[in-house]
């Protein structure tokens, strides 16, 4: 065990330089330059030059890189030069906000997509199995940025219940920052106004990105269970008397849950990456939005920092879902 | 059992086009219903929308968040709606006009050959930290500028030395004579910092990362808080004279143009800036919502190459023939909805030198052929070159060449690439390029010497390559002389001549939209200040 998960680290150095080499060099290929917006189009090219050598542009490629993968190795991911602060701040303030909605669309995408494949394969082809093929269906092809808005057209606008955008209202005081998950925190601090506020700012655009993992998760936990449950084994068990929720939970969820987490293991990745879209809408301070900032603004640094990070949360959920792999079915070996 | 089925989908079709309907219905429909109650509690989450915010809270909707505040380092108007009412400046625009007042100087003077300018300061002004603004700190502020070497530094290149002559009195001497000089001193580069921000100081950045999240000013409002992703928060400066109605002010991060559209609707927001033209109209019909238009001084335009494109291009008949091929007002609705208006000239409408009586080209179709009869020009054939750096460029394109087809010129549409169409433009490699412009500061000097001065060949202002003598000698001289009725007149000359030579094809300037709460009161525009509210005079 401790052997696969040193071996995987140590790919792990490896796949971050190779994406750290191929996003530097991709940035530098485009056109564009990040000191002439700061400038401004009128701005004379002695002071162009000066900036740009402000900001190491001046050097070659290959200078600038391993100027930057020093810093890195130290910790520094340099100054964004959009907002001229350390871009690790700016990641700092951005990632949990991300964290937070990623996570709470993964629970409420699990919390209901596994019990509705379940029910969609244990009563196949009948109305059960239909609707939640619908609702697949249709979570998957309704583009992010319609059901975002037909929700706040919905709860803010025509019912009222919910707001329409931000993490917390603009009077109340967010909670002290420990982990900067706003639940987590106001739950961890005992403050229930802000607790409250936020659960209610993070149900809308959680429950819009879940509608979209969900078809994933409900699709694939139906077909696995579905497979499972054919399985010879299944039949012995019948056979002895052993039925019901135990059957299902104890002998068939378990090894129908191993393609699941592969499957919900990429999507959490991708959620991290930061659902742009439903970010924009919600007007939620995300990294998504972070990092589009940046990639218009040409902001090396923080496209750069953006990446690193995202690699990184890849890196690790990959092998946090091949360690569940164990505790699910101990016969998997590498 | 199949039976059973057959019956779910088209209910749950019904639900979805129920759902699809309620989209596109009117809002107006739904708003009556909300009563307003105080924004006070956070108990009740669900109520935060069915309110008007207080009268002495002011909340305005913008579509993304901040870069640096850094007067000295941001060129970024965006960056100037939140610290132009933190600082304060030595002149002011005045109210809606882009002639300037007294601000932090009272009175000022001007030597005879134009180097020197002396300001003397009115007494009583604080920073937010309760220092007095003396002459130090003007000095200490334009040294800044200067040594922090970025955007900004270029408008004050012509800056030799300022020089204390008393505590309160402090003079700028000029490396030539510059009479926009003191426009420049009204916009947000021209704002006065407090030198204690040296005690902020990191690794020798003259304070640059500390002011780039900070104000240190001396105006009415000073920056409280700023929520990354989410807002930015003014309140006032307590050593301030000027006492303002509005007490706090919220810059709300909203990036989606149609949410912003719903918290106007119902009251949540007071300004909204990001919602796009198409959605104006209904905006428009919102009983609490009034969408305030006023000429900018952004304008779009077409470049002509007057003496490195095609050979027909040099004659000025060909040009205007070009001018009287373009259906202005269709123009402005295809690619703006309307939300334009024409150009009369180089010099926009609300700027200073603006001529009213200056000849304006409208659609002539047999004029325009009778002019390329008179040239001698047939057959002519020629290239547009733009980019994507504008949305609405696709359309004027196209927009353009059905114009010119129907007087016989065949227009080749060439869209290249932002950087690469900057280079053939500073190049001439091109026949017509479509331009967009707007005013540092508020002088003429901005459109009349940058585009027509003969010495500014290329993407430094003449991009349209043309020379003419009388021209350059009436723009040179009014960029010498400090008397605002003579430059006046020098540019009204010139004017006249570059509208009939026609080396700019002058289309519209950008009609400025502010959807606003009808309760707020005493919003002023200045074409100077597109995007920055006149805080200290609002209230609700």
């Known amino acids: 065990m401790r052997q696969i998960i040193v071996k995987r680290l140590a790919m792990l150095v490896l796949v971050l330089f190779g994406v750290t080499l191929t996003t530097f060099l991709l940035t530098h290929v485009i056109p564009g330059d990040p000191a002439r917006m700061m400038v401004g189009q009128r701005a004379s090219e002695e002071t162009l030059q000066e900036v740009r050598r402000q900001l190491g ?23 964004s030069i959009r907002t001229q602060q350390p871009v690790i701040d700016d990641l700092v303030k951005f990632f949990p906000a991300t964290l937070e909605l990623a996570l709470a669309a993964f629970f409420i995408a699990l919390v209901i997509g596994i019990p509705l494949g379940i029910l969609a394969a244990v009563k196949k082809d009948t109305g059960w199995d239909h609707t939640s093929r619908f609702f697949s269906i249709a979570g998957i092809s309704t583009p992010v940025f319609w059901s975002g808005l037909v929700g706040i057209l919905v709860f803010y606008k025509i019912l009222g219940l919910l707001p329409s955008s931000g993490r917390i209202d603009l009077t109340v005081p967010p909670p002290d920052t420990i982990t900067g998950l706003y639940l987590l925190d106001s739950l961890l601090t005992g403050n229930w106004t802000a607790f409250a506020n936020s659960l209610w700012h993070l149900i809308l655009p959680a429950c819009t990105l879940a509608f979209a993992q969900l078809a994933t998760v409900t699709r694939q936990v139906r077909a696995s269970m579905l497979e499972v449950l054919s399985q010879d084994y299944i039949r012995t068990a019948l056979a002895n008397g052993i039925h019901g929720p135990v059957l299902l939970f104890r002998y068939a969820l378990r090894n129908a849950l191993i393609p699941t987490i592969t499957v919900v293991g990429l999507s959490f990745g991708s959620l991290l990456g930061g659902a742009v879209v439903t970010e924009t809408i919600f007007s939620w301070p995300g990294m998504g939005k972070y990092v589009v900032d940046s990639i218009a603004f040409l902001d090396f640094p923080a496209i750069m920092g953006f990446t690193f990070l995202i690699s990184l949360g890849y890196v690790l959920i990959n092998l946090i879902v091949d360690l569940t792999y164990y505790a699910l079915d101990p016969q998997i070996k590498e | 059992m199949k039976r059973r089925n057959s019956r779910f989908f088209p209910s749950l079709l019904l639900v979805l086009s129920l759902l699809a309907a309620a989209c596109n219905s009117t809002p107006a429909n739904q708003s009556q219903e909300q009563t307003s109650t105080p924004q006070e509690t956070a108990q009740t989450p669900a109520q935060t929308n069915t309110l008007s915010t207080p009268a002495d809270t002011l909340i305005v909707a913008i579509n993304a968040d901040q870069g640096t505040l850094d007067p000295a380092v941001t060129f970024d108007n965006g960056a100037w709606k939140i ?52 002459a130090e700190a003007v000095k200490f502020t334009f040294e800044r500028t200067l040594k922090i070497k970025k955007g900004p530094s270029d408008v004050y290149s012509v800056i030799k030395e300022v020089r204390v002559d008393s505590p309160n009195t402090v003079s700028f001497v000029l490396s030539q004579n510059f009479p926009p000089f003191l426009s420049t001193l009204a916009a947000n580069y021209g704002s006065i910092v407090n030198p204690k921000v040296m005690e902020h100081e990191v690794d020798g950045d003259l304070g640059q990362s500390y002011l780039a999240e900070h104000t240190m000013g001396s105006g009415p409002y000073q920056l ?27 810059f709300r991060i909203v990036p989606d143009a149609t949410s912003q559209r719903l918290q106007l609707e119902q009251g949540e927001i007071d300004i909204a800036e990001g919602i796009p033209r198409e959605q104006l109209k209904a905006v428009k019909e919102l009983p609490n919502v009034e969408v305030l238009q006023y000429p900018s001084l952004s304008v779009d335009y077409v470049y002509v190459n007057s003496s490195k494109g095609h050979p027909a291009l040099q004659n000025p008949k060909v040009r205007q023939a070009l001018s009287y091929a373009i259906d202005y007002t269709a123009l402005a609705e295809a690619v703006q909805e309307g939300y334009a208006t024409q150009m009369r000239g180089p010099i926009p409408k609300g700027l200073w030198g603006h001529d009213e009586t200056a000849f304006q080209y409208s659609r002539d179709v047999e004029k325009a052929k009778a002019l390329l009869a008179e040239a001698g020009v047939s057959d002519l054939k020629i290239n547009l070159l733009y980019s994507d750096n504008k949305a609405w460029w696709e359309t004027e394109a ?5 114009f010119f087809a129907e007087i016989g010129v065949t227009l080749e549409l060439k869209k290249v690439a932002y950087a690469t169409s900057r280079e053939m433009m500073d190049a001439g490699q091109f026949d017509l390029a479509l331009g967009v412009w707007s005013p540092d ?25 043309y020379k003419n003598d009388k021209v350059d000698e009436l723009v040179r001289k009014a960029a010498q ?4 009725a003579e430059r006046e007149k020098l540019y009204r000359e010139a004017q006249k001549i570059v509208i ?5 094809l002058y289309l519209y300037q950008m009609d400025f939209i502010l959807p606003i709460s009808k309760s707020v009161k005493g919003f002023v525009y200045n074409p100077m200040l597109e995007g920055i509210y006149n805080l200290a005079e609002m209230s609700k």
């Open chain 1, 57 to 79: 542009l001046d050097q070659p490629v290959w200078v600038q890189y391993f100027a930057y993968m020093g810093g890195l190795v130290k910790g520094d991911f340099g100054n």
């Open chain 2, 83 to 134: 610290t132009y009412y933190a600082y304060e400046r030595l002149v002011e625009y005045d109210g809606a006009s882009t002639e300037v007042k007294p601000g932090l100087a009272k009175e000022w003077k001007v030597s005879e050959d134009g180097l020197t300018w002396t300001f003397t300061l009115e007494e009583g002004h604080k920073f937010a930290d309760g220092t007095p603004v003396t």
């Open chain 2, 224 to 250: 409280d808080e700023w929520r990354k992703g989410e807002y930015i928060k003014l309140t006032t400066n307590p050593h301030s004279s000027i006492k303002p109605s509005i007490q706090t002010v919220y």
């Open chain 2, 398 to 402: 196209l927009a353009l060449q059905s």
């Open chain 2, 441 to 465: 500061f508020g002088d003429p000097y901005m459109f009349m010497n940058y585009w027509f001065d003969s010495n500014n060949f290329g993407l430094a202002g003449n991009r349209a390559f």
């Open chain 2, 481 to 484: 002389i400090n008397d605002q």
């Open chain 2, 500 to 504: 009939e030579e026609a080396p700019y």
